[in-house]
């Protein structure tokens, strides 16, 4: 058995003891440093880490992996890019909320959209919500600048934007001088307000404007504010009023004012430049506006009524009272584009629609039928008898349709004491229509009168009815003659009365003045007086120019023999000519008188 062991133990030994070839060395050089190349570091002596010398990684910032092998740095400057951020909930915000220094965390935000809501920041609690800003939540009056919110006036600074509504009444306007007083922003606001602070005007005229133009003026009945109108084309449908006066009672709303920019044209006859144009998208034959009185103080200024050929009327006016009214035009109307009229008996007012003035306003471009301005009602009313008295119009220009016998420019009816100075009548179209048309009240025929026209081209002259029994008629300086307008002579200086271009007086009752028996004034009266030498006991007399009267009707003479105390006979020919009879070659003087 120990043989077996051996035996064995020592078959490995001799199995191993077999013949090799000898081992080649080669020789190995040791880099003292590694090379970077080779993955070191590239220095003998330890500095910063290994990757500071690894090819491509030289450059400073935070290190990140882009992909397999690729590494990128970011700058220290701009630290890690938004994109490389881990994503947070929605509407979180990272940030430090413990009131000490600490690491930030993701912080979840407030709900917080309403109108009178804002985000606040608390120490140690983060970001909440002030549902509700005021000025005790807004910090109340440790604003160093501008001033305490709610204060009367700012010390220092500007308020950039202002909110003055009924919920505000405590932000206040200062004009600042002697005795000058505190105002909310809303009353000072109101001193002036725009058609466009009001909702539905639209200057472009495609919307109505209607609703929002009639509630702008009421807005400034209440006030007496200044309602100003923005360039533009406003569309109506219905007629705008103002005033709420009547027959009953005055108007409780005065003073309010109309403002446009430059409208209307002169009796220099330019176009008109309507920058504020309102125009009728109306019933036809409607009113555009209308002033409903007895009111006081209305002003209207630089405004361009377009009818639009429909409408009749552009401005009704009733017993308006010291109103102003200028740069005012009214075209394509196809009724009467003014109207001015009153109340003969209205309670509580003792004027009628007196001391207006009228100043640049025009009707110009009728429509067919379309006549420039009625002055007063058709009759006198009851008493007290009011009437649109002592009215000035001022280089005004009244245009109507000359196409129509029954057009006409500027008519007056229960009227009286109203000057119109530059102011021109003239048809459109053709020559047709009157310049002045008389139409006697009823109850008063005596109504219109004591009317004049200064300087003021009447083209188409006037009429006469026989039915006006005015005894101070409607006064001319001059008459126009000069326009081709001849004066009339049928019933002409009856109710007329003035000097014609030429330098003719016409009318009137003169310095004598002259009665029929009945006590009634002769309009125009003139005397021609003269000697004649008789031919056979015969002579005629033909008179000429001034001298002229109307007719063999309108006059009378006298005569008498200078040479001895025969009779003389004279004969009304006619209104230029007269024949004398006596005795053989007398010299009779003679003396006529007469219209």
Same mark, same amino acid.
């Given at each position: 058995?120990?043989?077996?062991?051996?035996?064995?133990?020592?078959?490995?030994?001799?199995?191993?003891?077999?013949?090799?070839?000898?081992?080649?060395?080669?020789?190995? =050089? @040791?880099?003292?440093?590694?090379?970077?190349?080779? +993955?070191? %570091? &590239?220095?003998? !002596? /330890? $500095?910063?880490? *290994?990757?500071?010398?690894?090819?491509?990684?030289?450059?400073?910032?935070?290190?990140?992996?882009?992909?397999?092998?690729?590494?990128?740095?970011?700058?220290?400057?701009?630290?890690?890019?938004?994109?490389?951020?881990?994503?947070?909930?929605?509407?979180?915000?990272?940030?430090?909320?413990?009131?000490?220094?600490?690491?930030?965390?993701?912080?979840?935000?407030?709900?917080?959209?309403?109108?009178?809501?804002?985000?606040?920041?608390?120490?140690?609690?983060?970001?909440?919500?002030?549902?509700?800003?005021?000025?005790? =939540? @807004?910090?109340?009056?440790?604003?160093?600048?501008? +001033?305490? %919110? &709610?204060?009367? !006036? /700012? $010390?220092?600074? *500007?308020?950039?934007?202002?909110?003055?509504?009924?919920?505000?009444?405590?932000?206040?306007?200062?004009?600042?001088?002697?005795?000058?007083?505190?105002?909310?922003?809303?009353?000072?606001?109101?001193?002036?307000?725009?058609?466009?602070?009001?909702?539905?005007?639209?200057?472009?005229?495609?919307?109505?404007?209607?609703?929002?133009?009639?509630?702008?003026?009421?807005?400034?009945?209440?006030?007496?504010?200044?309602?100003?109108?923005?360039?533009?084309?406003?569309?109506?449908?219905?007629?705008?009023?103002?005033?709420?006066?009547?027959?009953?009672?005055?108007?409780?709303?005065? +003073?309010?004012?109309?403002?446009?920019?430059?409208?209307?044209?002169?009796?220099?006859?330019?176009?008109?430049?309507?920058?504020?144009?309102?125009?009728?998208?109306?019933?036809?034959?409607?009113?555009?506006?209308?002033?409903?009185?007895?009111?006081?103080?209305?002003?209207?200024?630089?405004?361009?009524?377009?009818?639009?050929?429909?409408?009749?009327?552009?401005?009704?006016?009733?017993?308006?009272?010291?109103?102003?009214?200028?740069?005012?035009?009214?075209?394509?109307?196809?009724?009467?584009?003014?109207?001015?009229?009153?109340?003969?008996?209205?309670?509580?007012?003792?004027?009628?629609?007196?001391?207006?003035?009228?100043?640049?306003?025009?009707?110009?471009?009728?429509?067919?039928?379309?006549?420039?301005?009625?002055?007063?009602?058709?009759?006198?009313?009851?008493?007290?008898?009011?009437?649109?008295?002592?009215?000035?119009?001022?280089?005004?220009?009244?245009?109507?349709?000359?196409?129509?016998?029954?057009?006409?420019?500027?008519?007056?009816?229960?009227?009286?004491?109203?000057?119109?100075?530059?102011?021109?009548?003239?048809?459109?179209?053709?020559?047709?229509?009157?310049?002045?048309?008389?139409?006697?009240?009823?109850?008063?025929?005596?109504?219109?009168?004591?009317?004049?026209?200064?300087?003021?081209?009447?083209?188409?002259?006037?009429?006469?009815?026989?039915?006006?029994?005015?005894?101070?008629?409607?006064?001319?300086?001059?008459?126009?003659?000069?326009?081709?307008?001849?004066?009339?002579?049928?019933?002409?200086?009856?109710?007329?009365?003035?000097?014609?271009?030429?330098?003719?007086?016409?009318?009137?009752?003169?310095?004598?003045?002259?009665?029929?028996?009945?006590?009634?004034?002769?309009?125009?009266?003139?005397?021609?007086?003269?000697?004649?030498?008789?031919?056979?006991?015969?002579?005629?007399?033909?008179?000429?120019?001034?001298?002229?009267?109307?007719?063999?009707?309108?006059?009378?003479?006298?005569?008498?023999?200078?040479?001895?105390?025969?009779?003389?006979?004279?004969?009304?020919?006619?209104?230029?000519?007269?024949?004398?009879?006596?005795?053989?070659?007398?010299?009779?003087?003679?003396?006529?008188?007469?219209?």
């Amino acid at each position: 058995m120990k043989k077996i062991l051996l035996a064995a133990l020592l078959w490995p030994l001799l199995a191993l003891a077999q013949t090799y070839p000898s081992p080649t060395y080669h020789s190995v =050089t @040791l880099q003292s440093p590694l090379a970077v190349s080779s +993955g070191g %570091i &590239g220095t003998a !002596t /330890a $500095s910063g880490t *290994a990757l500071d010398n690894i090819t491509g990684f030289s450059g400073t910032g935070f290190l990140t992996r882009t992909g397999a092998g690729t590494y990128a740095f970011q700058s220290l400057t701009n630290g890690i890019t938004l994109g490389n951020l881990a994503q947070q909930a929605a509407n979180t915000v990272l940030a430090n909320a413990t009131g000490a220094t600490a690491n930030v965390t993701a912080f979840a935000m407030p709900s917080c959209s309403t109108s009178s809501s804002a985000l606040t920041w608390t120490t140690s609690t983060g970001f909440t919500c002030n549902s509700a800003i005021n000025a005790a =939540t @807004l910090g109340g009056s440790t604003f160093a600048a501008p +001033g305490p %919110i &709610g204060s009367t !006036t /700012a $010390s220092t600074g *500007a308020f950039t934007t202002l909110l003055a509504t009924t919920a505000n009444p405590t932000l206040y306007y200062n004009k600042g001088g002697a005795n000058s007083v505190n105002r909310t922003y809303q009353n000072k606001f109101q001193d002036s307000i725009s058609i466009l602070d009001f909702s539905g005007c639209d200057p472009l005229g495609t919307s109505d404007s209607t609703i929002c133009i009639q509630n702008a003026i009421n807005a400034s009945s209440l006030t007496g504010s200044v309602v100003n109108f923005p360039p533009g084309n406003y569309k109506i449908s219905s007629t705008i009023t103002i005033g709420n006066g009547s027959n009953s009672a005055p108007s409780s709303s005065n +003073g309010i004012m109309l403002m446009g920019i430059s409208a209307g044209a002169t009796a220099s006859e330019v176009t008109a430049n309507a920058s504020v144009r309102l125009f009728w998208a109306g019933t036809p034959g409607g009113i555009m506006v209308t002033v409903n009185g007895p009111v006081t103080g209305i002003r209207m200024s630089g405004i361009t009524f377009d009818s639009n050929s429909s409408a009749g009327t552009c401005l009704n006016l009733v017993h308006p009272i010291a109103g102003y009214f200028d740069n005012l035009l009214c075209e394509n109307y196809t009724g009467t584009a003014y109207v001015l009229t009153a109340y003969q008996s209205p309670t509580g007012t003792v004027v009628g629609a007196s001391d207006n003035i009228f100043s640049n306003v025009s009707a110009k471009n009728p429509a067919p039928g379309g006549s420039g301005i009625l002055i007063g009602p058709s009759s006198n009313g009851a008493s007290p008898h009011l009437d649109p008295a002592r009215n000035t119009f001022i280089n005004d220009e009244f245009w109507r349709d000359g196409t129509s016998g029954v057009s006409y420019s500027i008519g007056l009816q229960f009227s009286d004491n109203n000057t119109f100075i530059e102011t021109e009548t003239l048809p459109q179209g053709g020559s047709l229509g009157l310049g002045i048309y008389i139409n006697p009240a009823t109850g008063d025929t005596t109504f219109p009168k004591e009317t004049t026209f200064i300087n003021s081209p009447i083209i188409g002259g006037v009429n006469s009815p026989s039915s006006w029994t005015t005894a101070q008629g409607i006064g001319f300086f001059p008459y126009p003659v000069g326009d081709g307008q001849a004066v009339p002579p049928t019933n002409f200086a009856n109710h007329y009365y003035g000097v014609t271009s030429a330098g003719n007086y016409f009318g009137g009752t003169g310095t004598i003045p002259l009665y029929a028996p009945s006590g009634a004034s002769t309009w125009s009266p003139h005397a021609v007086s003269g000697t004649v030498q008789l031919s056979s006991g015969a002579a005629t007399v033909t008179f000429s120019g001034a001298s002229v009267f109307t007719s063999n009707a309108t006059y009378s003479c006298t005569a008498t023999d200078e040479s001895a105390a025969n009779a003389v006979k004279v004969l009304m020919s006619s209104g230029s000519q007269i024949s004398i009879s006596g005795t053989s070659t007398d010299f009779v003087n003679y003396y006529c008188i007469g219209n």
